[in-house]
C-alpha cells in the first residue's frame, strides 16, 4: 500500500521530518561522498533526499509512482519531477548511473518487475541503493512513521531480493535509531542516539540501507563431450540433357530407355 503523498509531505515539513532527513543524508553521503558528472534517479519519494546532488550530478530526477501521486519539486527553478509507472520507466535502456530508492519497495505490490525495471534503465556499472524499513526497527510498526505502510524487511531479506533480481548487494549499513516521536528532548538527543545505535544498536535501527552494483551475466559456450554425429552430405552434380529428358518421361509414365 502507498502512502499518499501529501502525507509524507507534511511529514517531512514537520520538526521530525527534517530530523529523519539529516540522518539519512548522512548515510547517503557516506555511500556517494561524489556524484559528479552522473545521472541521479530517487524513485518512490527521494526528494528530501536528492538536495545534496542537483548541483553536484550532471542531471537529477525524481519519479513518484502514480498509486503515490507526486508534487512540483524543487520550488525554485525547473522542475525535476514526474509522475510514473513504476512498471515502465520513461528513460533509455543503461541512462541512468545512480539510483535511489526510498518509499517503494515495501509499498509495491509487483516487487521483481520494479527491480528489472530499474536493471534495464541503469547504466553498467551503475549503483542503487535501497532505502526500507527494518522488521525490528519501532519505524515499522508506529503509524506516525512513513515507513509504517507496507512490508518492512530484515537485512538479510533484503539482500536476497536484490541477488535474486541481478543486483550485487555491496555495502550495508542502518540508520533511525531514535524512536519516531516528537519529543523536543529526543530530537534534540537524536545525533547522539544515532552513534551509539550505529555503534551498538544495529539489529533495532528503523531502516536498512543497501548498496548494490547491477550484475551482468554472459553466457559461456561450453564444449560437448558426446560422440560426434555423422552427417551425410548429398554430392550434387549439374544435370544434362538427357538426364533431363528421363525425368520428364518418369513424370508422364514412360519407361525410361535402355
Request: proline content about 7%; glycine content about 6%; charged content about 25%.
Amino acid at each position: 500500500m502507498w502512502t499518499d503523498v501529501l502525507d509524507l509531505n507534511e511529514f517531512y515539513r514537520s520538526t521530525l521530518g527534517q530530523m529523519t532527513v539529516r540522518l539519512l543524508r548522512a548515510r547517503l553521503r557516506e555511500i556517494w561522498p561524489n556524484v559528479r558528472g552522473e545521472t541521479v534517479l530517487g524513485l518512490g519519494y527521494a526528494t528530501p533526499f536528492l538536495r545534496p546532488f542537483v548541483e553536484e550530478a550532471q542531471r537529477t530526477l525524481a519519479f513518484m509512482p502514480a498509486q503515490q501521486g507526486v508534487t512540483r519539486w524543487p520550488r525554485e527553478g525547473g522542475n525535476l519531477t514526474a509522475l510514473v509507472d513504476e512498471m515502465d520507466l520513461p528513460m533509455p535502456d543503461r541512462s541512468v548511473d545512480r539510483v535511489l530508492l526510498i518509499h517503494a519497495i515495501e509499498c509495491t505490490e509487483q516487487v521483481r518487475p520494479l527491480l528489472r525495471e530499474i536493471w534495464r534503465v541503469m547504466a553498467d556499472g551503475g549503483r542503487l541503493v535501497v532505502v526500507a524499513p527494518s522488521r525490528a526497527g519501532l519505524w515499522s510498526q508506529i503509524d506516525r512513521s512513513p515507513f509504517y505502510q507496507g512490508h518492512p524487511y530484515s537485512s538479510g531479506q533484503l539482500a536476497a531480493l536484490l541477488r535474486a533480481n541481478m543486483f550485487a548487494p555491496l555495502r550495508q549499513t542502518r540508520a533511525l535509531f531514535m524512536p519516531p516521536t516528537h519529543s523536543r528532548l529526543a530530537l534534540r538527543m537524536a545525533p547522539a542516539v544515532e552513534r551509539f545505535g550505529h555503534r551498538w544498536l544495529g539489529r533495532f535501527a528503523g531502516v536498512s540501507v543497501i548498496e548494490s552494483g547491477k550484475q551482468l551475466y554472459a553466457g559461456i559456450a561450453e564444449r560437448s563431450h558426446a560422440p560426434a554425429l555423422a552427417v551425410v552430405r548429398p554430392k550434387l552434380r549439374i544435370a544434362s540433357s538427357r538426364d533431363t529428358q528421363a525425368a520428364r518421361k518418369a513424370e508422364d509414365g514412360e519407361a525410361p530407355a535402355s
